[in-house]
């Protein structure tokens, strides 16, 4: 497994790791740093030749040339916490009342940071140019080969996206989706919404960085941790938090900072950590 190649503090949870940028461990005070900007981004789609669609919306804040994201809830942003994010340090905003705030700033912070290039563990995987189904499909092909090729059974898909299911079947791998909305997948099959009731009965965990944002990280984390059950993370939300808990019981991260797959047709790239070479 790959790690960051800086000597980092070990940190086992997302307030720790808050703790530690406060005190200056990942850079320069962040009571100095103040965000340029503060943005949302919605979006609906439906592949072709799927039945159900969906949408998704991102808090986005930019620092000098970083940005880092926290998915949102449809419409369960206020829309006056881009102005509690307009010209506050990262500090300020490390202790807004807003989770979403807190993982957005957060997040702007470590790219700013610990951008994610190869002298911090990252390994670029680039994504084709195409449809919209076409790239999800490529990303999510990228996701599954951060799982150990033997000896997983069951997978607990924390986060559904289709796409990864579809990938998980073609590769014989069972899985149970879970979703705090509910509902059922293209195939059928109901979307759990406890994920935790679900993880004694499964042999990995595919998460999406959307748990930092609703607080459901930190059981995952742990379970991991203490079990030893790979946890691959796939994260537009805090692409560069989550490796910071390589180590910690997070195995491998999929990283896709803004601007997501879905925003543009043409080649991009992400960024793995972890998993196999």
Known sequence: MSAPTLREPAVRTVDG???AVRAGVYGPDPAGQRMA???TTAQAVRHEGRTSGYRNEVLSLRLHAAVGSCA???GGLDPSALDDCLGATVAELLGHPLLPVRIAALDTYLMHTRPHTTEHGARPCALPSGSSLERSRA???AVAELLPEAGIERVLVVGVVNSLLE???ERGVGYVACDLKGGITEWGEP????ALAELERCDAVLASGMTLGNGTFQPLLDHAAATGKPLVMFAQTGSA?????LGAGVT??????YPFFWLDGGPGVIHHYGGAR
């Open 139 to 141: 990303r999510s092909r």
């Open 252 to 257: 491998a991260v999929s990283a896709e900072p």
């Open 167 to 169: 990938r998980l079947r």
């Open 241 to 245: 938090v989550l490796p910071r808990f």
């Open 191 to 194: 979307v759990r919404t406890d």
């Open 72 to 74: 949102v809830e449809p």
């Open 37 to 39: 900007l503060a943005f």
């Open 17 to 19: 790791l808050i703790e």
